[in-house]
């Protein structure tokens, strides 16, 4: 079935760096969503892409929907103590469904 | 405010024992999802439902048994034949069509004493 491979799995920086992550599929999607995930909390979206190639920002963080439509990736610019925890990719299942895929997540931890 | 609750925030399991996990969303969406995540792991599917009175089976739904009565409400069992049913439960909600955004509870963790 389809697969999200996100990666790095984990990252550990200093503050004020900036951070880039990226997830890949084995098949083409059409959305790509991504989430952060606070310690203890639920998944909130970050940004949501819809067309391959776009470039969208929000904030320190931008996100790119690969133009081969299997590849995505997040960038953080000048990392803050509150940029920990974990980021999700996310996208469309296979079936006719509201259902996502999502990858295994990149967990950030940010030295002051 | 519109959003989705689940509660308790934290709930204990005795050995055998039944327990229901509450979901609630007021965002008027048709379809609903449960997920467990376990420590320094990504989100699994146990159940969801795209319509009222209609549920599937997600990928790990073996004791599991959830019920959609109404629109706004995706109760989630976690029954004795679990047999590791300490994690983190996540309820979603969206509105069910293919690549939706889906929205998130605050999460409920079990424990088993």
């Known amino acids: 079935g389809q697969q999200l491979n996100q990666s790095p799995q984990s990252m550990f920086i200093q503050e004020g760096e900036d951070v880039s992550m990226n997830c890949t599929s084995s098949?083409?999607?059409?959305?790509w969503l991504w989430y952060k995930q606070d310690p203890g909390e639920g998944p909130v979206l970050l940004i949501a892409?819809?067309?391959?190639?776009e470039l969208t920002s929000n904030g320190r963080l931008t996100a790119q929907f690969g133009i081969t439509r299997k590849d995505s990736f997040l960038n953080i610019s000048a990392s803050i103590p509150s940029d920990v925890g974990i980021y999700f990719c996310a996208g469309p299942g296979s079936s006719n469904t509201g259902k996502l895929i999502f990858g295994q997540g990149t967990t950030l931890q940010v030295k002051p | 405010d519109g959003g989705i609750t689940q509660s308790p925030k934290y709930l204990f399991r005795k050995e055998g024992q039944n327990v229901t996990l509450s979901c609630e969303q007021n965002l008027n969406h048709d379809a609903m999802y449960w997920y467990r995540q376990d420590p320094g792991q990504g989100l699994r599917l146990i159940y969801y439902?795209?319509?009222?009175?209609?549920?599937q089976k997600g990928d790990i739904a073996e004791g599991y048994s959830v019920s959609r009565e109404k629109k706004e409400s995706f109760p989630l069992t976690v029954t004795s034949a679990q047999k590791n049913p300490t994690a983190f439960y996540l309820c979603a909600s969206s509105r069910g069509q293919v690549g939706e955004t889906q929205y998130f509870g605050p999460g409920t963790r079990l424990l088993v004493l």
């Open positions: 892409l819809y067309k391959a190639g």
């Open positions: 098949s083409i999607f059409n959305t």
């Open positions: 439902s795209q319509i009222v009175n209609d549920f």
